[in-house]
């Protein structure tokens, strides 16, 4: 049963295409100016959007293995559209809210001790339509990359 879940293509390949995107992001965040920040390999938002490559890498896959015209890949399709949307619209909106709440709190704070205040908020949880755009044609590209590779 391990050996399936290992060599199942459909499950493997959009985590790889999350663990790229994420290498990715942190990479990036340093070539930025924003330093080494190994907490990026696990966090949300960003450049490219990890959730944006996961989903097109699956959908990929399911299209390549189980053909185009699936039903399987119907569905991967409409859950990739579904999650994009949401990375580039709700959740952006969310990271908005946090830059301002944070600015609230930091403005509350002066004078005052940390102690009396929360952490900040995560404020890099959604992404920008570019971000969107570049993790999806990242998981497309590891998808397809992986399956034309091992079926040569």
Known sequence: MFYEI???????????????AQVIKTI????????????????????PSAHSAVVTALAT???????FGS???GIAVILAFIVMYDAAGLRQAVSIQSKILN?????????????K?????????????????????????????WITSTTI
């Not at 499950?11 to 790229?20: D, E, S, T």
């Not at 990036?28 to 450049?47: C, E, F, I």
């Not at 600015?103 to 102690?115: K, N």
């Open 71 to 73: 039903m399987g890949f």
């Open 6 to 20: 290992i060599t199942n293509k459909v499950l493997v390949i959009p985590v790889v295409a999350w663990a790229v």
């Open 28 to 47: 990036v965040a340093q070539v930025q100016g924003k330093g080494l920040d190994l907490r990026l390999l696990v966090r949300s938002g960003g450049m």
């Open 103 to 115: 600015r609230i709190v930091r403005e509350l704070r002066l004078g005052q001790t940390r102690a």
């Open 61 to 67: 896959v399911v299209g390549m293995v189980h053909g």
């Open 117 to 145: 205040f929360e952490s900040d908020l995560w404020e890099l949880v959604g992404h920008t339509q570019f971000q969107v755009i570049v993790g999806a044609v990242l998981g497309i590209a590891v998808a397809w990359l």
